[in-house]
C-alpha cells in the first residue's frame, strides 16, 4: 500500500538554484495538496489542486509553482530557491473536498530541503 | 489570534495517566475538525475525526463545543506510544484552502 510518495526525501540545495518536489498517490483522490511546516509553526498550504489540470494558490504561494498534468501526480517547482524555503514539504491527498463527510487527508512522509 | 491555537505543552505525563488538551479555532462557520498526531520527524497521520456529539476510539475520546468554539482530545490510560505531536485540523466552509492546521501539542509520556 504506497498511498502518497514524495521524491526526493532530503535536498540540499544552493540559493538561486531551481528543483522540482514529485507527489504520487495511488488512492484515485482527485485533490492533492502541498504544505510546507517550520518548527513551531502549523502546517501552511502552499498550493492544491481540486483535479487533473487544476491547480489553486494556497496560503505561502509565493517562490513556488505546481503542476497536475495527470490525476496521480502533483509537482511542486522551486524556481530559485531562497534561504527562506528551508522548510519540511509534505504533500497530501483526499477523496473529496475535507470540508465535505470529513474526508481525511493522506500524507506523505515529507520532503526535507535545505536551501545554503 | 490565530485561527486555530494550541497549547504547545509539552504536556509530560506518566504512564497510565489521563491527560486531555483542547484546540480554540476562531471562526464559527468552521465546519469540519480533526486530530492528527505527528511523530518527530514524520508525517502527520488522523487520529480521528471530531464530531458535533462527541466521539471515541478505544482509550481516545473527542469531543466538540460550537458554543465556545473548541474541540478537546482525551486520552485514558497513556502509553508509551502515545509520545508525539497532536494537531488540530479545521476547515472552514467547503472549501480545499480553507484547512487550518494548529501548531500541535507536544505530549510525552514517561514510564
Known amino acids: 500500500n504506497a498511498g502518497v510518495t514524495q521524491t526526493p526525501k532530503f535536498r540540499v540545495l544552493k540559493t538561486g538554484q531551481s528543483m522540482t518536489l514529485l507527489c504520487a498517490q495511488d488512492?484515485?483522490?482527485?485533490?492533492m495538496y502541498w504544505y510546507r511546516q517550520d518548527p513551531g509553526m502549523g502546517l501552511r498550504l502552499i498550493h492544491y489542486?481540486?483535479?487533473?489540470?487544476?491547480?489553486a494558490k494556497g496560503e505561502v504561494p509565493d517562490g513556488y509553482n505546481v503542476s497536475r498534468l495527470k490525476k496521480q501526480n502533483f509537482l511542486l517547482g522551486l524556481e530559485s530557491a531562497a534561504p527562506s524555503q528551508t522548510s519540511v514539504y509534505f504533500c497530501?491527498?483526499?477523496?473529496?473536498?475535507?470540508?465535505?463527510?470529513?474526508?481525511?487527508?493522506?500524507f506523505g512522509d515529507g520532503t526535507r530541503l535545505s536551501i545554503l | 489570534r490565530k485561527e486555530v491555537e494550541q497549547d504547545p505543552g509539552p504536556f509530560n505525563v506518566p504512564e497510565g495517566a489521563t491527560v486531555a488538551f483542547n484546540c480554540t479555532y476562531s471562526?464559527?462557520?468552521?465546519?469540519?475538525f480533526f486530530w492528527y498526531r505527528q511523530d518527530c520527524r514524520k508525517e502527520p497521520k488522523l487520529l480521528m475525526s471530531?464530531?458535533?456529539s462527541g466521539n471515541e476510539d478505544g482509550r481516545f475520546t473527542a469531543q466538540l463545543n460550537r458554543a465556545s468554539q473548541y474541540i478537546s482530545l482525551l486520552i485514558r490510560d497513556s502509553k508509551l506510544s502515545d509520545s508525539a505531536t497532536y494537531l488540530c485540523?479545521?476547515?472552514?466552509?467547503?472549501?480545499?484552502?480553507?484547512?487550518?492546521f494548529g501548531s500541535g501539542t507536544r505530549l510525552s509520556i514517561r514510564p
Open positions: 497530501a491527498s483526499s477523496n473529496s473536498d475535507v470540508g465535505l463527510g470529513n474526508q481525511p487527508q493522506h
Open positions: 488512492m484515485n483522490h482527485e485533490y
Open positions: 489542486s481540486v483535479g487533473e489540470g487544476t491547480t
Open positions: 471562526n464559527s462557520a468552521s465546519q469540519s
Open positions: 471530531v464530531y458535533s
Open positions: 485540523v479545521v476547515t472552514l466552509y467547503s472549501s480545499a484552502s480553507k484547512i487550518i
